[in-house]
């Protein structure tokens, strides 16, 4: 069983930066596909951003290209997610995800079961 643990979020105002981290379990993690996907009051999941297993490939949705930017620290077991930038339409809960199949980064945005972080709440102030 791998666990996903996120950490990082917080309040910023308009114009701030957060970075977002995911802490993962399992000696396997090195070969996982991962992932960030965001969920607003009110609406539904979305994906966020996308790395895949040796950092060569990244992938973003077409809302936080330019201002976010995912990476991954394979020794440290960790995710990163750093978020410049930010705007109120950035508000939502957070959560990291993990493809065991170590699929294409693109495929992450229909990701269905795989394992998912409890997720961290990003507050941004206009």
């Known amino acids: 069983q791998v666990q996903l643990v996120e950490s990082g979020g917080g309040l910023v105002q308009a114009g701030g930066s957060l970075r977002l981290s995911c802490a993962a379990s399992g000696r396997t993690f090195r070969s996982y596909t991962m992932g960030w996907f965001r969920q607003a009051p009110g609406k539904e999941r979305e994906f966020v951003a996308a790395i895949n297993w040796s950092s060569d490939n990244t992938y973003y949705a077409d809302s936080v290209k330019g201002r976010f930017t995912i990476s991954r620290d394979n020794r440290k077991n960790t995710v990163y997610l750093q978020m410049n930038n930010l705007n109120p339409d950035d508000t939502a809960v957070y959560y990291c995800?993990?493809?065991?199949?170590?699929?294409?980064?693109?495929?992450?945005?229909?990701?269905?079961?795989?394992?998912w972080g409890q997720g961290t709440q990003v507050t941004v102030s206009s």
């Open positions: 995800a993990a493809d065991p199949m170590g699929r294409g980064v693109a495929t992450m945005v229909f990701l269905r079961g795989g394992y």
